[in-house]
């Protein structure tokens, strides 16, 4: 008697066998010689089923894992716009991705998805403390159900788990048939080799996508539309400014190096552009860079020039005038919540240790920034200093001043930690302070963040970040960065 | 192992060539220099180890060499841990809510240490310094560690492990690793059997004895597309091989961005059991079980032609492999494979004969124990597709003997 054709997971793909009848399952599989059986991939689950559903074929489900839930409704009324996505998800199959600024509600997305689909459900975010406020935010909302942490010392079991996108990838072989929705939070980090894999080895048949920004500058977010599926709803923040987010203004200052540091830089960039010029690379290009990188490691001259660089890049980032700048702002802004934001962690414990401000790298322990976070929330401390890792989403509520020290050319970066501060609040006025300091490699730093083209004059007026309809200006204009002393 | 940032290797006709360091005069001194650096910052922080090993670097272009002997150093030979009176994450909490009230201004610094020295200084019964505060605040960050024990090598040993290590290193980007294996002994290839289970690799196994067995290697996915998945567990696969007698591999490797300017689109990685390199993990047992031993004792001493040899035959079954425990050849250039089985349980033999109707070997004899009863354990011995004897106690050369045919 012939058995069932049977579908089994196996490590990020499914086994068929034994083969059925019929002829359209052929297109899906491949024939493995080490197990002398048919395999697909994973993430081939839903289109095979669907087919052999079709086709009328039999085929015995032993793949997957995961389970029924009853999710009661959240207790949220959602903004129309929270709605018409969910709609516009559901419409497409429940597979897609979902475009909405920072701060517009993406989790009561997420939750609104999540109880139209009662099945065990895998959230995906790219930090420990977006982590733990998806953790919390569940336990919030589905007080029922059993809510786990997978990454930042926790491996839990449970049909609602949040993972980082490290630990996701990690334990993909072993995830895969768990879970029937994926939910990607800041989604365009997925499209990457490492941590594709939580989408191709699994069998998930619905996908949820959630970023404000998809573009990546390798252009791989193409890849979305296969692995998750096509972007099904898109606002902008001109389109959502007033009635979602908050209004804020741009300052721009200006730091000018000291005697002393503008002597060691200028002799540390000579020192590096004398062994460029004798090599003939050019820094304009990323094959350049590799030349450079790679001449570094090959003669005495190259290495030297290496460690020129980065001894300049260090005085232009930690220039003592920044810290300076920093002592008055915050003076002038004491008792405002505000977040200082800089590139290195050297630079954040530099200023906690100087100012005595917590901080929060992805070195603080993870109960420590939880409370941190809770402490800056309640008002008990006024100002925190982080590195990169509040730049995504994270909730800081309430939060009216940011001040950026030092930042890395994307522009998706920079308008996500614009985000950090466009909090809706009564009568809130949002500032953003950036420091730069002036006449090193920064400026054009700042410039490419910006969204400015590299090659315009810089004297030609700047456009201001995406933002920028309904947005109010400040007082300052926009276009002309003001120097220290004006302020 | 080291960090891919480490790793130093040429390019040369797609092939990479891993940088290995000659047991020279000269670079035993320099592990030994390396290694009494961290002698001497035993009871100091990782900072100031880091400081005293950045200087023996100086400007110098090796200095991938020194921060590769310093990370197997400080990875595999030591241990870190945060030494304060103040417990850290505390500490921090009581100084920086101080802080905000005073105004988290940095003018405002000195004297919050100041009163906060006073006051956990009273708590604690201790006489404490803003300094100390200061220090204390981020105690618990690893670069602010101490080392507090370091079991030091022998620098060539840590030669021998740089090189290993830099070997492995290579494998991290491999997506296909092809092993070639000429006559090994059956423990040898048990063991590596064992690891590539361990390890959760796929095999793939064609040839035969005499022009050796072709072993691919690769994982579950691969099949739809070349994965560097794999690479780490065919780097930690290699200390293993490298246990192995006779063997031959070739890994098909990704390039990363840097190798694509040398002008080629594929990169290879060829090794051989002559490398020279040397494993660090333990060396498996070379007899299974007492009970093959005492056979092949006895088989020495038996008046025959028949060769008995450990160098094995392997039995590829779907979607794994038989080992045989001998194999017997005559000088006429006949030959028999050996499977004896001594102690099992019931699901064992179900499953050992389950496999072994699926080999395609018809020249392979099964010696089992007469205590088994095969009925109970629900085996059919019908078509059973292979000699079978059984023996009382230990298995006898001669039982063996009247099945072989000339």
Redesign the interface.
């Known amino acids: 008697m012939a058995r069932v054709p049977t579908l089994t997971f196996d490590r990020g793909t499914l086994i068929l066998h034994p083969p059925p009848k019929g002829k359209d399952w052929v297109q899906f599989v491949q024939w493995d010689e080490r197990i002398e059986k048919f395999r697909l991939p994973a993430h081939q689950y839903r289109a095979f089923l669907e087919a052999m559903r079709q086709e009328g074929t039999e085929i015995r489900d032993d793949a997957r894992k995961f389970q029924d839930l009853s999710l009661n409704l959240p207790e949220i009324q959602p903004f129309s716009h929270q709605q018409d996505a969910l709609n516009a998800w559901k419409q497409a199959g429940r597979r897609g991705v979902v475009i909405l600024p920072t701060g517009s509600g993406k989790t009561i997305l997420a939750y609104l998805a999540m109880h139209i689909t009662p099945r065990s459900t895998l959230i995906c975010v790219p930090t420990l403390d977006l982590m733990h406020q998806w953790y919390a935010g569940l336990l919030r909302t589905f007080p029922e159900t059993q809510v786990g942490l997978l990454g930042g010392g926790s491996k839990d079991e449970a049909p609602i788990l949040v993972s980082t996108y490290d630990s996701a990838a990690i334990n993909a072989e072993r995830l895969g048939s768990q879970f029937a929705l994926h939910i990607y939070d800041e989604c365009h980090h997925l499209p990457t080799d490492f941590y594709q894999v939580i989408a191709d080895y699994s069998i998930a048949p619905y996908r949820l996508g959630l970023t404000a920004t998809l573009e990546r500058s390798d252009g791989r977010h193409e890849l979305l539309q296969n692995i998750i599926g096509p972007t099904v709803f898109k606002r902008t923040p001109e389109q959502l400014s007033g009635g979602v987010l908050a209004p804020f203004k741009e300052v721009q200052i200006k730091v000018t190096l000291s005697p002393d540091e503008r002597q060691e830089y200028d002799r540390l960039i000579e020192e590096r552009n004398g062994f460029l010029r004798d090599q003939g690379i050019g820094l304009g290009s990323l094959e350049g860079w590799q030349r450079f990188v790679k001449q570094s490691a090959r003669s005495k001259a190259g290495r030297a020039a290496m460690l020129a660089h980065r001894s300049a890049r260090e005085i232009a980032f930690g220039t003592s005038g920044k810290l300076r700048v920093l002592s008055d702002l915050l003076t002038r802004h004491l008792g405002e919540r505000t977040v200082i934001f800089t590139d290195d962690n050297a630079t954040v414990y530099k200023i906690s240790e100087q100012f005595l401000i917590p901080a929060i790298t992805h070195q603080t322990p993870v109960k420590e920034r939880h409370a941190t976070l809770e402490r800056f929330r309640t008002g008990d401390y006024p100002v925190i200093v982080t590195s990169r890792v509040l730049n995504e989403g994270v909730d800081v509520p309430e939060a009216s001043i940011g001040v950026v020290l030092s930042g890395t050319s994307t522009q998706r970066e920079y308008i996500q930690r614009l985000g950090r501060i466009l909090r809706r609040k009564e009568g809130k006025e949002a500032i953003l302070y950036e420091v730069i300091s002036e006449g090193t490699s920064e400026e054009r730093v700042s410039d490419r963040r910006r969204g400015v083209e590299p090659n315009k004059p810089p004297e030609e007026p700047r456009k201001p970040p995406t933002p920028v309809k309904g947005l109010e200006q400040g007082t300052l204009d926009l276009n002309t960065p003001i120097s220290w002393e004006d302020l | 192992m080291l960090t891919s940032d480490l790793l130093q290797y040429s390019l040369k006709d797609g092939q990479v060539r891993p940088k290995l360091l000659k047991i020279t005069l000269k670079n035993i001194e320099l592990a030994r220099e390396i290694i009494e650096i961290f002698e001497q910052h035993v009871g100091l922080t990782r900072r100031d180890l880091s400081e005293a090993l950045q200087t023996l670097e100086g400007?110098?272009?090796d200095?991938?060499t020194k921060r590769g002997l310093a990370h197997l150093l400080s990875t595999e030979h030591s241990t870190f841990d945060p030494i304060t009176p103040l417990e850290p994450?505390q500490l921090?909490?009581r100084?920086?809510?101080?802080?905000?009230k005073m105004?988290?201004?940095?003018?405002?610094?000195q004297q919050?240490?100041t009163d906060l020295a006073m006051l956990l200084g009273q708590e604690l019964g201790l006489v404490l310094t803003p300094e100390q505060i200061?220090e204390g605040?981020?105690a618990?960050?690893?670069e602010r560690h101490y080392l507090t024990s370091f079991e030091a090598p022998v620098p060539e040993d840590l030669l021998d492990r740089f090189n290993t290590a830099q070997a492995q290193g290579i494998f991290y980007r491999a997506y296909d690793l092809k092993l070639t294996a000429f006559r090994n002994s059956q423990a040898e290839y048990k063991y590596l059997f064992k690891f590539l289970k361990l390890f959760?690799l796929?095999?793939?196994i064609e040839g035969d004895q005499d022009t050796g067995f072709t072993i691919t290697v690769d994982?579950?996915?691969s099949?739809?597309s070349a994965s560097?998945?794999y690479g780490l567990s065919m780097a930690k696969l290699l200390p293993a091989l490298l246990h192995v007698s006779k063997w031959n591999l070739t890994a098909s490797l990704k390039p990363r961005?840097?190798d694509l300017?040398s002008g080629d689109e594929t990169l290879s990685y060829t090794l051989d059991s002559q490398c020279g390199l040397r494993s660090h993990y333990k060396k498996g047992q070379i007899f299974d079980s007492a009970l093959e031993e005492s056979f092949a004792g006895k088989w020495a001493k038996a008046k025959t032609e028949w060769v008995l040899e450990k160098e094995v035959d392997l039995l590829p079954i779907?979607?794994s492999v038989m080992i045989p425990d001998f194999r017997i050849t005559h000088p006429n250039g006949k030959s028999y494979v050996l499977e004896v089985i001594g102690y099992w349980r019931p699901e064992y033999l179900r499953r050992k004969f389950q496999q072994l109707r699926k080999v395609d070997c018809d020249n392979m004899i099964i010696a089992v124990s007469d205590r088994l009863n095969l009925g109970d354990a629900g085996v059919d011995m019908k078509d059973l597709p292979v000699k079978v004897v059984f023996f009382k106690g230990s298995l006898q050369p001669k039982a063996v003997l009247e099945l072989l045919e000339v």
């Open positions: 400007e110098s272009t200095y991938r994450i921090r909490e100084v920086f809510l101080h802080a905000a105004g988290p201004i940095d003018t405002h610094s919050t240490l200061r605040l981020y618990d960050l690893p959760g796929m095999t793939y994982g579950p996915t099949l739809f560097t998945r961005s840097l300017m779907p979607g």
